[in-house]
């Protein structure tokens, strides 16, 4: 009695109590920290199951990637999409049937372009639009949020050191670096970085596994095919170009802490009336473009820009821009405070501006790539708060959970299937590792290393994989660092699958609050009940047809 006595006192001292003196307390049933894609549709998942529902924002905006130059979307089998995801694109294809929405290019103009791409369903009821513009984006699924009731909190970050408050394994609260807590019953960590599930004591990776860890033949370090015949800035002076490695660092098939290249994805314009010049950065150095510009156009100058750098065409003369990768600049990350990734974007930031401007302005660049260039330039009705400029880097991997149970190579590839149990979403996408990092070889040459690109076919995502071990955490969720190795992330980690896996984890935390029980004994067949009601697509055979 008296044990229980002082557990009720503990737990209401820490359900109630203010962490500082006169900072903000806020209460809600679901807790979802992370403004990116999952998060918002988690969060529209839980408030529509009843519960009231907290949404962290670490800016003034909601979508992450895909409200932030991510617009043509990673997806390659629209079929297996479903629920909230599939509610947001038919959503955004409504919103360009209207003449409205089409300022500078008719909608037939755009169709022209980007048929294929663009659209697909066979009926206007199940139509959706995979290509669109950032604001609309971002403006749509604040109409979602809005609709569903969740209350949004904006510019409000975790406390890195002291973020968390547990009892035994369950988060009662969090901190926020300006002094406001949230207290919770159930908690999603749908950030791209995992800080919540960190500073939550569950376990996680950074980087890569060895070969042998999973029995994974794609794992660990990857020595790939030749870049360039030299790794030097100044050969006499044994210089090399920056971001290159004098030497691998391991064996072939070792782990590491590296993850792939992150970039951003710009929004460019070529229309006059809209278009912002690209302006040479403060930071910028030109060795930076050594190998992946100078020496690779001089080998062709006949190039054409498109084969360069990706243009994606979005409607109004927009386009996303994609390949700005910066090789070897982002292992840093991932662990890094707000302060050491602030300075990681700057350089990433500094880097896409500057490869733009040397393709528009460095003699070496025949006159017309530079001319070509020379048309694009940033949006002017993107992105207002941040210069016109992405507001979100692209994370493609960070901290990894390790979980109740772990997606890995066999669960993904095409020739080496296992199921994964309890499924609650499924992908389908390549297995997609962008370069980890260049390196000087043994012969003398620039190597491209980490560089995975394999074909798979849609598998399920098990419902295990997004909750921690038992003994870490029983009320926490987690749909886009969730429990899988680098090799299976590689497929695993688009925006879609990431709204569709935010919006079951929110499912399993109503449910487990509605049952009084942890996340880890949440009952599977209610789930998939809940799942399927809300047009979840839960196992690759769901839908076969539209």
Known sequence: MVKKSILLIWTIISWFSLPVAGA?????????????????MAAIQAARMGKNTI?????????????SGLTATDINRHTI??????????RIYDYYLADSAWRNQTRDEFMVLTRKRTFSGKSDA???????????????????????GVKVLHKARLDLKHGVVKQGTTIRRIRLEDGRSIAAGM??????????????????????????QYGETLAGIRLDGVVDRSPYADEAAGRLLPYVDAALWGREGDADGRTQSYCYRLTLTDDPANRIPIVRPENYNSELYEVILARKISRNPDVQLKDVITFTPMPN?????????????????PEGDYVERERIERAHKDYALGMLWFLGNDPRVPEHLRNEMKRWGLAADEFADSGHFPYQIYVREARRMIGQEIMTEHNVRRDLRVEARCPVGVGSYMLDCHYVSHVAGDDGKIHIEGNIFTSTRPYPIGYYSLVPKAEE???????????ASHVAYASIRMEPTYMVLGQSAAAAAALALDAGCSVQQVDYAKLKNVLSAAGQILTPTDRKTE
């Not at 199940?126 to 569903?148: D, N, T």
């Not at 955490?473 to 429990?483: A, D, E, I, K």
Request: charged share 20%; hydrophobic share 40%; net charge negative.
């Open 317 to 333: 003369r927009k386009t996303d821009t994609n390949h700005l990768d910066f090789v070897g600049a982002s292992h840093g990350y």
């Open 126 to 148: 199940r139509r959706m639009q995979w290509v669109y513009e950032s604001g609309v984006g971002e403006r749509i699924l604040k109409q979602m949020l809005a609709e569903a």
């Open 187 to 212: 908690f999603i960590d749908a950030s791209y970085e995992g800080d919540l599930m960190a500073l939550a004591g569950v376990s996680y990776i950074v980087g890569r596994e060895s070969r042998w």
């Open 473 to 483: 955490c029983g009320n926490l969720l987690v749909p886009v660092c969730l429990s």
């Open 55 to 67: 949404l962290v924002s670490k800016n003034g905006h909601v979508g992450g990637l895909a409200t």
């Open 81 to 90: 999409i479903g629920g909230l995801a599939e509610e947001f694109y038919r």
């Open 24 to 40: 903000d307390m806020h209460r809600c049933e679901v807790c979802v920290y992370g403004e990116s894609a999952a998060g918002v």
